[in-house]
């Protein structure tokens, strides 16, 4: 568990809405981890012609065309760009 979990479970040993805040976030951290997860599988069929995560949807269609290729990259991008968000970078 992070040490933010933590504090925020039981500041100076009070709060019941800290620990909630912290059981929230621990719980979203854990769905976080396993949509990391399905991503990485979905870029296991990644190939040279899938555009860069970011890419506009028109440019990647026009690029992979409309198809099961196209869907997974849809689906990875999505996870990239999630990813992007809970890192601050975007």
Do not use: F
């Amino acid at each position: 568990m992070s040490d933010i979990v933590e504090r925020l479970r039981n500041p100076l040993g009070q709060g019941v809405m800290h620990r909630e805040a912290a059981d929230e976030i621990e719980r979203l951290q854990a769905a976080c981890d396993r949509m990391m997860i399905g991503g990485n599988h979905i870029a296991t069929y990644r190939t040279e012609r899938w555009p860069d995560p970011g890419t506009d949807h028109e440019v990647a269609l026009e690029t992979l065309g409309a198809g099961r290729e196209y869907d997974m990259w849809c689906c990875w991008n999505a996870i990239m760009e999630a990813r992007r968000a809970l890192e601050g970078k975007d």
